[in-house]
């Protein structure tokens, strides 16, 4: 397999603004979902396969992935952790309250994740100034800030 996704539930929700929930904007939730993969290379090969599943940008923006944790098959603990996830219209995930795992602990208010092409698995995100990045998948790899 290339990839294993578990939920613990998946329902329909509203688009927040400030306070307000809006009806007439329903959002696609994921609860508590668990993704473990072979590789990010392996990955990125099947999600490039999969055209069929264009979404439009509308469409992406009605998703959201609450309690997400990421891991390699075999992992003990989850390389990545996020209170939510939402993919955009580049390939990658916007993440936020990120926690990794894995080497030395490292905690992010706000990140995005690649989740295709060949900079799947790199995480990007600001730190002060600078922007750092970090392969989540390939622990060899050091933390680099630009």
């Not at 891991?71 to 309250?97: Q, V």
């Not at 030395?104 to 698995?121: F, N």
Request: proline share 5%; aromatic share 6%; charged share 25%.
């Amino acid at each position: 397999p290339v990839c294993k996704i578990q939920a613990a539930r998946i329902f329909v929700d509203h688009e927040k603004w400030g306070f307000f929930r809006l009806g007439l904007v329903p959002l696609a939730v994921v609860q508590s979902a668990h993704v473990q993969i072979a590789s990010a290379d392996r990955l990125t090969n099947a999600l490039a396969s999969l055209n069929s599943w264009k979404l439009s940008s509308g469409g992406l923006r009605r998703l959201e992935i609450r309690d997400l944790e990421i891991s390699l098959f075999g992992d003990k603990t989850p390389r990545l952790r996020a209170a939510t996830a939402r993919p955009n219209a580049s390939g990658a995930l916007d993440l936020s309250k990120v926690s990794l795992t894995g080497g030395p602990t490292v905690s992010i208010s706000k990140a995005t994740l690649q989740m295709i092409g060949p900079d799947a698995g790199r995480l990007r995100w600001r730190d002060g100034d600078k922007e750092a990045e970090l392969s989540v998948f390939k622990p060899s790899e050091n933390q680099q800030q630009k």
